[in-house]
Each structure stands twice: as C-alpha cells, then as structure tokens.
C-alpha cells in the first residue's frame, strides 16, 4: 500500500503473512502488550543481526546490523486485539501493528503491519529486508510459549 505525504515520500505498508498461535487471544495479548516480557524470548534472538535488546513495559530498544539503535514505543493497546507501537528512535519513521484475532477458545492468529515513509531510492535499498525483517519477527512470535 503506497500514497505520497506532503514532503514527497511514499507512505509504504508491509505485512507479514498471519500466523498460527496454539494459545488464546487473551494470553497472547497479555504478554505482548507489556514488552518486558520479551526477557523470555531473548536467547531466540539471533546474536549476529541484533544486538543491545533492552526493554521495559513499554519501550523495546535494539541494535541492528547495518541500521543502528532502533527504539519503539507502545502508543496504543486495544485489549485483546492489538498494540501499536512507533519507532523512537530510527533513521526512518516507523509503526508497528501486532494484530491478534481468536480461532478457538484456546487458538489464535496473528499479523504484523509495518508503516513507514520512503523515497523512491531508499524503498529500493530497504524494501527486502523490511519484508523479510517482518515475517522473521512474526515466526519468532508465534513460536512464544504464552
């Protein structure tokens, strides 16, 4: 999904595939929706693409290889559907969706939606691993023991 802002840059959306949790809407909400849980999930992170993962209940800070430090920060929390979160730190504007949706009483589905502003030249440079960026972070997610 592309439109242009008023400087000329493209707003562009990215989205991972949706994901199968074996767990509840409820639970999978819970824990992410507090992000200091993400101590539990630490040692999946792979050491070479990121590095300095430092969070508390609302802020998630990390290092990533060639980008730099990269801050998000939970903006809004619609329990038990969604946490958006925007980049604080980052050499581009960024928003991140978690979107949950039940299956079953005990099962449930998730998607990743990734916003942000791009020239044409830089789109080009950062679509890829964006995109690949997303899926792998929505694996990662649906792999949690909640």
Same mark, same amino acid.
């Given at each position: 999904m592309e439109c242009?802002?008023?400087n000329g840059n493209l707003m562009n959306q990215f989205e991972s595939q949706v994901v199968a949790i074996p767990?509840?809407?409820?639970?999978?909400?819970d824990m992410l929706s507090d992000l200091s849980h993400l101590e539990s999930v630490k040692d999946r992170i792979p050491q070479d693409k990121i590095k300095d =993962?430092?969070?508390d209940r609302d802020t998630v800070s990390i290092n990533v290889a060639p980008v730099g430090d990269i801050a998000f920060k939970v903006v809004e929390r619609e329990e038990p559907k969604c946490v958006k979160l925007e980049a604080t730190t980052s050499?581009?504007? =960024?928003t991140l969706w978690i979107q949950? =949706?039940?299956t079953s009483d005990e099962a449930s589905k998730m998607k990743?939606? =990734?916003r942000t502003e791009l020239n044409?030249?830089?789109?080009?440079?950062?679509q890829k691993p964006l995109?690949?960026?997303i899926e792998k972070m929505a694996d990662m997610l649906a792999r949690i023991s909640y």
């Open positions: 242009i802002n008023n767990y509840s809407q409820q639970r999978v909400y =993962l430092k969070f050499p581009i504007p =960024l949950m =949706l039940p990743l939606t =990734l044409p030249f830089i789109k080009g440079m950062v995109q690949e960026g």
